[in-house]
């Protein structure tokens, strides 16, 4: 449980008018202190500040308890602000028990801004003014185990979270493992398929030119075997000519048994026929020299 200090009574001890005016000013602090201290009663804190703000602001008055009662006024309205700069005020003071009261305060508010370093070190400096002040001391030791707690809560949440960091990265890289299996399998399988198409397609062209080949060399065979037999014809048909002509030749009288029927003898048919082609060069003379004679032009050409 924390323990918070509220000092709303007690007696005024050192009011110090800044203008000699015993009457006026006293009666007013006393009027001023009286409505404050009903306010506080009725519970109206809002009051109780403008009550104390009157006395120790517009009066001028001097009085380390009553800017702590209007500290604790604010701190009630959840004016941490104003609270905390009158906790402050206070904490200047030779007071010792008050600026015990004041630091405690001020640790508490540090505390609940979850400042909880400098909560740590308002606690003990209220300590340090007031060793008797066992709240201080309480909140001192609470505040202190509650960081030694969180610290080591930090620490587990930051190994978990460093654990499943870890665990988060290992799992990420067997999912990247895992997908680069992936891709490395698909882009082999993908190899092995255009070198089955590759080879698909080198065994089709292959076979291809196989067949053109084949087609070429049978339209050769065709062409070689149709020239063969036009060939074969033609020495058919020169054989057969050749057999008729002999054929002819056996069937025609030699020259030789000609020129014993008409009983001439070999050098004498020679002679004969030396003398028909000389007649037949001279006949073929007169000719030509017929040929160059100018004709006359008077007779007609026949």
């Known amino acids: 449980m924390k323990y918070f200090v509220f000092i709303f009574f007690g007696i005024i001890t050192s009011f110090q008018l800044l203008a000699i005016d015993p009457v006026g000013k006293i009666a007013k602090a006393n009027a001023a202190k009286e409505r404050a201290e009903e306010a506080l009663r009725n519970g109206d804190f809002e009051k109780v500040v403008e009550h104390y703000t009157y006395l120790l602001d517009s009066l001028g008055y001097e009085s380390p308890q009553a800017e702590l009662n209007r500290a604790h006024a604010y701190f009630q309205l959840k004016d941490t602000v104003n609270a905390f700069d009158a906790y402050r005020r206070v904490s200047d003071v030779n007071n010792n028990q008050l600026k015990s009261k004041a630091m405690l305060q001020m640790g508490n508010l540090s505390e609940m801004q979850k400042e909880y370093e400098s909560a740590l070190s308002f606690f003990k400096e209220a300590l340090k003014a007031d060793p008797t002040n066992n709240k201080a001391r309480y909140n001192y030791e609470l505040l202190k185990k509650k960081m030694k707690e969180q610290e080591k809560q930090n620490q587990d949440q930051n190994q978990d979270q460093n654990q499943d960091n870890k665990d988060q990265q290992e799992q990420?890289?067997?999912?990247?493992?895992?997908?680069?299996?992936?891709?490395?399998?698909?882009?082999?399988?993908?190899?092995?398929?255009?070198?089955?198409?590759?080879?698909?397609?080198?065994?089709?062209?292959?076979?291809?030119?196989?067949?053109?080949?084949?087609?070429?060399?049978?339209?050769?065979?065709?062409?070689?075997?149709?020239?063969?037999?036009?060939?074969?014809?033609?020495?058919?048909?020169?054989?057969?000519?050749?057999?008729?002509?002999?054929?002819?030749?056996?069937?025609?009288?030699?020259?030789?048994?000609?020129?014993?029927?008409?009983?001439?003898?070999?050098?004498?048919?020679?002679?004969?026929?030396?003398?028909?082609?000389?007649?037949?060069?001279?006949?073929?003379?007169?000719?030509r020299k017929k040929a160059t004679k100018k004709q006359d032009s008077g007779k007609p050409d026949w």
């Not at 080198?202 to 037999?229: F, I, L, P, V």
């Not at 054929?247 to 003398?275: F, G, H, R, V, Y």
């Open 172 to 287: 990420d890289q067997e999912n990247k493992d895992q997908q680069n299996k992936e891709n490395k399998d698909s882009e082999n399988q993908q190899k092995d398929e255009n070198q089955e198409k590759s080879q698909e397609d080198k065994e089709s062209e292959e076979q291809q030119q196989k067949d053109d080949a084949e087609q070429q060399d049978g339209e050769q065979s065709e062409k070689d075997k149709g020239k063969e037999q036009e060939e074969q014809k033609q020495q058919e048909q020169k054989e057969g000519e050749e057999k008729k002509e002999g054929e002819e030749q056996e069937m025609k009288p030699s020259t030789k048994q000609k020129l014993q029927e008409m009983n001439i003898s070999e050098e004498k048919a020679q002679m004969i026929l030396e003398a028909l082609k000389n007649k037949e060069s001279q006949y073929f003379q007169q000719l």
